[in-house]
């Protein structure tokens, strides 16, 4: 076939579908539905990965944070008990002298506490902490400095606060070089950093979450981690009744860097062998691992995205099927213009290409429109559900291919059916 | 020179169990320029040998030479050649294409042997005024009278200017002065050493042949030059 013929069955095609507009109408509409949801639900499947990666990523990929958990109490304690757990400066130190591969080793300490300026006052979180903190949680400073190793080695009350509690406490005043009491202590305040970064430390799980919701925080306090190892109390205890717990932790969170990905698996072992013996097998720390999240969460998304579009694309199917209904109805109604056609020297690959030019149109028109309300719809569910939604090319590309592969699919049949009818028959057919 | 020879033609349709011998054993030749009427009753056989002389259909056994060109072992797609390029099919019932106008109907057979678009729009044309219809290009067929759409039908037969044409009761749809316009385009057509095949109930129509054969139980039953 040269391009001529093919522009004249082309023409013919979109003759015949003109004579139906409104049956080529609905018909489309079924491919127009079904690529669109592809292309919607696979902007919504990637807009979940990406989010979700996003998140991880967050944490450091080549990080490993261990933190602090509460180890299941043995007894049930109705009396005074003192339960000392948890991660240790001893445990931080071990860890340094082992692993000479370790980029670095961030001791923190969280504490809940009181922040108070002039009259107002707010929660925050104290975070005592080491000067290159930054290089597993990436410190954006909007001004002044972060901690530095003099304020760490001499014990200094400074500290760094963050954006919130800037907000919160200051209003319009520069916050830098003010004095802010925490707890029964003053501070120099020597930064002020972007909002929530300390958050970005737990945000990946669950627990970080729960807590940054439960707390009502206000914001995060920066200090050296001598400091507020002076200045606070390891000690935590609840009282009531006869009873009366107290708790002794020394450090929330350890969290150490290794120099690329291929190392983190191998330290995870290491650091749960080390920890296991310096703790004698207490489980009373936990290792969260934010490249174990991220395959995970990778491995989840997509998972997500093939339900997705298999969903759409049976939808897809579907409009394929109504098609095939419709051009198979067509074919019969036109038993004698193809009766005709055939007298008149049309080959049978000649009407095969009539009637599998005419799905095409109508699968591509559908397609084209589908891509076109595909793209569109995206934009809509983000601005009215907060979900994020990231239409791909290649999401395009494959909407469309499979609409056209669609056409030439469920248009197959029609056009063997019509080719192969007996042309003195179709002639007779009224 | 014989346009169409057919040599000892059997058609044979088995239907369930009985076996219908629907031609037996028909010779039968038609010169160059000749108008031939086929006549005989329903069940004659008439159709069927209408059917393979425009190679719609195959026979069951002997040889059908068209043109020149034995055409009765020929497959499927040699027979729609054959049928585009040499055979114009005039039909009782016009048979024009009604998503197409009457240019593209009269374009349409050129199509299908890969005409060029310049060349055959150049013909069309030509043939659409030689029809008289020559302000009605345009138009569909449903907006043209029984006449106009069989000029139409004939000016398509010409297109590819085929070897014979067939025309199967041409006017068996018109009234009178409609089918006497159609006869005498035909005569025009046989004036033009145009080989035609009629096949018609009408006598009168077949009076105004060249030659008449009539058909009985599947055989050529008398041969008369009129």
């Known amino acids: 076939m040269n391009i001529l013929a093919i522009k004249g069955t082309v023409k013919l095609g979109l003759k015949s579908l003109w004579m139906h507009k409104l049956r080529s109408t609905l018909t489309t509409l079924g491919i127009v539905f079904g690529v669109c949801s592809v292309i919607a639900m696979l902007a919504i499947g990637e807009g979940a990965s990406r989010e979700a990666q996003a998140a991880i990523a967050r944490l450091g990929s080549t990080n490993l944070i261990i933190e602090t958990v509460q180890p299941q109490q043995t007894q049930t304690s109705t009396e005074q008990t003192v339960n000392r757990y948890g991660l240790t400066y001893d445990d931080a130190e071990s860890i340094r002298n082992t692993f000479a591969h370790l980029e670095v080793t961030v001791p923190i300490r969280e504490i809940p506490s009181q922040a108070r300026y002039l009259t107002r006052k707010t929660a925050v979180k104290v975070i005592g902490t080491v000067p290159w903190y930054n290089e597993v949680a990436p410190v954006r400073l909007l001004r002044g400095r972060f901690l530095s190793s003099t304020d760490l080695h001499r014990n200094l009350s400074v500290c760094v606060i963050d954006e919130q509690l800037v907000d919160k406490l200051f209003a319009f005043e520069d916050p830098i070089g003010k004095l802010l009491k925490i707890a029964d202590s003053v501070y120099e305040v020597v930064g002020v950093s972007a909002e929530s970064m300390g958050d970005t430390l737990t945000a990946g799980t669950q627990k970080g979450i729960a807590a940054a919701l439960s707390s009502g925080v206000a914001g995060n306090v920066y200090m050296p981690l001598t400091t507020a190892k002076t200045r606070f109390s390891e000690m935590t205890g609840s009282f009531g009744g006869n009873t009366r717990n107290m708790e002794i932790v020394e450090l929330q969170k350890i969290i150490v860097k290794v120099n690329s990905n291929e190392e983190v698996l191998p330290t995870h072992a290491l650091l749960d062998g080390l920890l296991k013996r310096i703790h004698n097998n207490k489980q009373d720390y936990h290792i969260e691992v934010p490249l174990e999240l991220l395959e995970e969460a990778a491995r989840q998304t997509r998972i997500f995205s093939i339900v997705l579009g298999s969903i759409a694309a049976i939808s897809l199917l579907v409009g394929g099927i109504g098609i095939m209904n419709i051009m198979l109805a067509t074919v019969s109604e036109r038993t004698r213009e193809i009766g005709i056609r055939r007298a008149l020297g049309a080959k049978k690959t000649d009407i095969i290409f009539q009637f599998l030019a005419e799905t095409l149109l109508l699968t591509l028109a559908g397609g084209l429109l589908g891509v076109l309300l595909g793209s569109v719809i995206p934009y809509v569910v983000t601005k009215f559900s907060d979900v994020e939604t990231v239409i791909t090319g290649l999401s395009l590309i494959l909407a469309f291919g499979i609409s056209a592969l669609i056409g030439v699919t469920f248009g197959m049949y029609p056009a063997w059916h019509a080719a192969n009818m007996n042309p003195i028959e179709s002639l007779r057919h009224e | ?226």
């Not at chain 2, 009427?37 to 329903?42: D, E, F, H, L, N």
């Not at chain 2, 020559?134 to 106009?148: A, C, F, N, T, V």
């Open chain 2, 1 to 226: 020179m014989d346009v169409v020879k057919i040599e000892n033609l059997s058609k044979t349709y088995q239907m369930g169990q009985t076996r219908l011998r629907a031609l037996k054993e028909v010779d039968l030749a038609v010169s160059r320029g000749q108008y031939l009427a086929i006549m005989g009753p329903s069940g004659s056989g008439k159709s069927t040998l209408l059917n393979l002389l425009g190679c719609l259909d195959r026979p069951s056994s002997g040889r059908y030479y068209l043109g020149g060109s034995d055409v009765s072992g020929m497959d499927d797609t040699e027979l729609s050649q054959i049928r585009g390029k040499r055979i114009g099919f005039i039909f009782q019932s016009y048979n024009l294409i009604a998503q197409l106008n009457v240019l593209e109907n009269i374009e349409l057979p050129m199509f299908y042997q890969g005409v060029s678009a310049i060349e055959s729009s150049r013909r069309a044309r030509e043939l659409v005024e030689m029809v008289g219809l020559g302000d009605r290009m345009k138009h569909r067929p449903w907006e043209l009278s029984g006449g106009q759409q069989q000029r139409v039908a004939i000016a398509r037969a010409l297109a590819n200017d085929p070897v014979i044409l067939l025309a199967d009761e041409p006017t068996g749809n018109l009234d009178s002065a409609s089918g006497a316009e159609i006869l005498g385009i035909l005569e025009t057509l046989h004036n033009q050493q145009k080989t035609i095949i009629v096949v018609t109930h009408d006598t009168a129509i077949a009076q105004r042949a060249q030659r008449t054969i009539h058909l009985l139980d599947g055989r050529i039953e008398r041969d008369e030059v009129n």
